[in-house]
């Protein structure tokens, strides 16, 4: 027999200290926390002892004052009294907002036509063989290798901006609605049909449930890539525009300025990846995060 008041703990310091940490959550942030705190440490320290040329690496104070300057009015030159909003004439926050209808407006009409088009070539095996090699074509173009001939097709202005980020855009959506519908059970498509649907019920009331979630990650992929050739789409006339400023402010030699944008257009994205799979997780909420 075992002596209840003979029987030791056998926690380790280690085991006490892994028990002390707080749990889910609260403790990925506070770990998220401390990795980004070591982060500016070390990018400030390399910073300070100029490890790097401030040229090509300047320190998080130079790109943060440089953030508020593009956020703020400040005299146009010194000496000059004449102030001027941010940079090139426009806040950083309306370069933003103008990069961001233009995916609005480009990415915006791939989510809307990618479904469609992928359900529709997904139920058609004749269609799907003759498109399907077209789209894998357009998908693995980079975006530097026709931009130039959307300028030559629809000019510098907007619209050739918009049609690059709808290229980026359509192919991984109808691509990823295609495979969805592959996906679906033949069984299930013709218990449907043996109890009376018609086409348009078995789309509406088996495929599209079944091909949510992968209709919702081809959805995040693509705004993603999207959102990545957006200097792509504002090479060229890109003002007012994020990317546009980024790139602008990296042939002024303004490195400063160019991290701050880099860093507000990886925010961005993270925030729409997190809007994305927020909207899939109450859309396809069995699935949980799309």
Wanted: aromatic residues 8%; proline residues 7%.
């Amino acid at each position: 027999m075992i002596s209840i008041g003979a029987t030791r703990s056998t926690t380790t310091p280690a085991d006490r200290a892994r028990i002390a940490l707080p749990a889910g959550p609260i403790r990925g942030l506070a770990v998220r926390a401390a990795s980004l705190a070591g982060f500016l440490a070390l990018w400030w320290a390399v910073a300070a002892v100029k490890l790097v040329d401030p040229q090509f690496l300047p320190g998080p104070q130079a790109v943060w004052d440089a953030f508020v300057r593009a956020n703020s009015w400040h005299q146009l030159a010194p000496g000059v009294p004449r102030e001027v909003p941010g940079e090139q004439n426009y806040f950083l926050w309306e370069h933003l907002l103008a990069s961001l209808q233009r995916i609005a407006a480009g990415a915006g009409a791939a989510v809307i036509l990618g479904p469609i088009a992928g359900f529709a070539l997904g139920t058609s095996r004749t269609p799907a063989t003759i498109v399907g090699p077209y789209l894998n074509f357009v998908r693995t173009l980079p975006p530097l290798g026709y931009i130039g001939l959307l300028i030559v097709w629809f000019g510098i202005g907007d619209t050739s901006k918009i049609w690059l980020l709808f290229l980026a855009a359509f192919p991984p959506i109808v691509i990823a609605t295609m495979a969805g519908v592959h996906q679906v059970s033949a069984d299930r498509i013709n218990a449907a049909r043996s109890l009376g649907a018609d086409r348009l019920q078995v789309v509406t009331r088996v495929l599209l449930p079944a091909t949510l979630p992968e209709v919702i990650g081809g959805i995040r992929v693509a705004v993603g890539f999207a959102w990545t050739t957006v200097v792509a789409a504002e090479l060229n006339n890109g003002i007012p525009g994020i990317g546009g400023l980024a790139f602008l402010a990296g042939q002024q030699l303004n490195t400063a300025l160019t991290m701050a944008c880099i860093i507000v257009i990886g925010l961005t994205a993270l925030t729409l990846d997190a809007v994305i799979s927020w909207i899939g997780a109450l859309v396809v909420p069995w699935k949980g995060q799309a």
